[in-house]
């Protein structure tokens, strides 16, 4: 492993002021379970390594909005996957969310990989970031010039490269809370049960029809693992938008789906079977989404 300089920010300002000097050469270090791996194999070779595990304001889950109706959920950047499971709000007003943290690795990893971690690493079959995604997640980065916002729709540029500039730190994640109306789930499929990254995911979150209970307004899915980034399915959502989710639609939807991804073959899994397993999931997606009940 090729030596580097170790920066532990002792506060917030120490961290934005180091990123503002160093930025071009640092890596930044919150929960390390994928960067100490990336540092180790040599896949990554920083020359100076950002430790921004002690600032103990960026481990906040907070409510924004009323209490009785939260407009969104703002997560600091450290929050673990495991808070994210645990915490009443993000289980009452991000499920979606909550459900995905779930699927993530291990105890031991849940506790403590985080949000802001699973973003700024970018891989295309992170956990979280379906949901994010198909949530429309807000992303706040800091640097000494302020504050500026990115959508998750405009985050991911590339395979493992995003939007961030390189004296930004993510600082938070804030995530709309989800309508009375809407209805989520998150499928991930993998090797195993547990303990696996994901083969493929898919992240749906559906706005429905009061009247009509089967029938979709609105429509948001995301896909992990099946494209160059993690994905929306734009053509999936149009196939369901405005349409009761029965035989007809879903079998038009899970066409659509197959149109749009661009699976490769890997360790995991080969292209073909990723195409195969994106129309089993899309179809139990919104057969369970489609039910009378939510």
């Known amino acids: 492993m090729n030596p ?5 920010a002792a506060s ?3 961290a934005l002021d180091y990123l503002a000097r160093y930025g071009q050469e640092t890596a930044v270090l919150a929960g390390g379970t994928d960067l100490v791996i990336r540092i180790r194999s040599g896949r990554e070779i920083p020359a100076r390594v950002l430790d921004i595990s002690r600032l103990k304001e960026l481990r906040v889950i907070r409510e924004e909005g009323t209490d009785a109706n939260p407009a969104a959920l703002r997560l600091g ?3 673990t996957h495991a808070q994210v499971v645990e915490s009443a709000a993000t289980r009452a007003h991000t499920p979606l969310l909550a459900e995905a943290c779930a699927t993530i690795g291990s105890p031991q990893i849940r506790n403590l990989g985080t949000i ?9 079959a992170g956990d979280a970031l379906p ?10 980065f800091l640097s000494k010039a302020g504050e500026r916002r990115v959508r998750m729709a405009d985050f991911f540029t590339g395979p493992r490269t995003t939007a961030r500039r390189r004296d930004e730190l993510l600082g938070h994640i804030v995530v709309p809370a989800r309508a009375a109306d809407e209805r989520s789930c998150y499928l991930k499929l993998g090797q195993r049960k547990a303990l696996a990254i994901s083969v493929i995911s898919v992240a749906f979150q559906l706005k429905m029809d009061a009247a009509a209970p089967r029938r979709c307004l609105t429509a948001a ?6 494209a160059p980034t993690v994905i929306r399915a734009r053509k999936v959502e149009e196939a369901v938008m405005g349409r009761d989710l029965d035989e007809a639609t879903i079998a038009q939807a ?17 292209a073909e079977y990723r195409l195969a397993m994106v129309r089993a999931l899309v179809r139990r ?7 009378a009940a939510s």
């Open 254 to 270: 899970v066409e659509a789906a197959v149109g749009e991804v661009s699976p490769r073959d890997d360790v995991r899994a080969s």
């Open 285 to 291: 997606g919104l057969e369970r989404l489609g039910g």
């Open 77 to 79: 950047a450290l929050v």
């Open 4 to 8: 580097f300089e170790l920066h532990i």
């Open 131 to 140: 949901a994010l995604l198909a949530m429309d997640a807000e992303l706040v």
């Open 221 to 226: 899915i995301a896909f992990g693992n099946l």
């Open 12 to 14: 917030l300002p120490d």
């Open 116 to 124: 802001g971690g699973n973003c700024i690493t970018a891989s295309r």
